[in-house]
């Protein structure tokens, strides 16, 4: 069985080519930065993942996804081996994508983050009674 399941940040904005032939096909490639779940020294470390995504899928990403957006995707592991200009020989894994989601807010990217006020808590000055719960 061969199945990936990530969620991650986009590292910049996907790139998408059509394929040379007869029935040109959109091939769309972007960088998804997966975090580790362990951490060095507090620090949080990322894995830099290579995607690949073909046809309607390339175009949707092209147009709705950006650089900094948490997505999830699903997929599959592909190696790639080949011989470069000078004949060393190269390889590569990229995840082709057979699935992808949104998976941050609606509003993720428009608004800045809100940090605590020093006592821990965050400002709730826009909250209306017919939010709450109770």
């Known amino acids: 069985m ?21 029935n040109p096909v959109a091939v769309g ?12 020294e507090g620090e949080s470390e990322a894995d830099f ?16 996804f950006s650089k900094g957006q948490l997505i999830c995707i699903v997929g599959r592991l592909q190696m790639n081996n080949w011989t470069d200009r000078d004949g060393n020989k ?17 509003n993720e990217n428009q608004e800045p983050r809100r940090e605590p006020a020093q006592d ?3 400002p709730i000055d826009d909250i209306e009674d017919d939010d709450l719960p109770f």
């Open 29 to 40: 490639r972007y960088t998804l930065a997966v975090n580790r779940r362990w951490k060095k």
């Open 49 to 64: 993942i290579p995607c690949i995504v073909f046809g309607k899928s390339a175009t949707f990403a092209e147009k709705y």
């Open 120 to 122: 821990g808590f965050y």
């Open 90 to 106: 190269r390889r590569s894994m990229d995840v082709i994508v057979e699935e992808q989601h949104f998976a941050g807010s609606k």
């Open 2 to 22: 061969n199945k990936v399941i990530m969620m991650g940040r986009l590292t910049k904005n996907p790139e998408v080519r059509y394929a040379e032939g007869e």
